[in-house]
């Protein structure tokens, strides 16, 4: 017969002891003040212009809703650029 060998599991005291593999090609988000801001002002046209375009579309022209809404997704998508490409 085959012999079974037990398994056993140490459970470490400290969890800093445990070796963590080093994530050096991560590098921190490097934003300049300019790009910040204005990706802060097209955050805030874009948010502005949901708002509005949900508040039409529920209480007035469903049709110059999606237009509003449309024109606030366009500045939502510039914003994502500037963020993805870290200009």
Known sequence: MKEEKEQTFSMV???EDVPHPKRHHLEPFRDSSKTRKLRLWLNII???GAIAGLVVYFYADREVAKYI???ACVFKFV???LRI???
């Open 13 to 15: 005291d400290n969890p």
């Open 46 to 48: 874009f948010m502005v």
């Open 69 to 71: 809404l449309i024109a």
């Open 79 to 81: 914003e994502l650029g």
């Open 85 to 87: 490409l870290k200009i």
